[in-house]
Nanobody, 118 residues
């Protein structure tokens, strides 16, 4: 069984910063793409950022220049550094990973709440 465990969410004022972490545990060969998604109340889940095993990244237009995704392959961990946070960034943030075992499966974390409010 593979698990993704997220941490780092919380309450922050507009303009502030947070760093999310997501660590994969269990038995697997490797991890391909890892990413962060978010879902605000009443809205669909949307992609925030994604990073390949080699470090190539893509970002949603709404977070470009403010958020940075990175990963540590040795620790099977992906990070999301969020700066200049806005109230519209408020959402539950989910980690996602393509886990390579006998087949490649997509695994989700349990989600962590990020609230941007004064």
């Amino acid at each position: 069984q593979v698990q993704l465990v997220e941490s780092g969410g919380g309450l922050v004022q507009p303009g502030g910063s947070l760093r999310l972490s997501c660590a994969a545990s269990g038995s697997f060969f490797s991890i391909n793409n890892m990413g962060w998604y978010r879902q605000a109340p009443g809205k669909e889940r949307e992609l925030v950022a994604i990073i390949s095993r080699g470090g190539s990244t893509n970002y949603a237009d709404s977070v470009k220049g403010r958020f940075t995704i990175s990963r540590d392959n040795a620790k099977n961990t992906v990070y999301l550094q969020m700066n200049s946070l806005k109230p519209e960034d408020t959402a539950v943030y989910y980690c996602n990973a393509q886990i390579v075992r006998a087949t490649i499966t997509t695994t989700w974390g349990q989600g962590t709440q990020v609230t941007v409010s004064s």
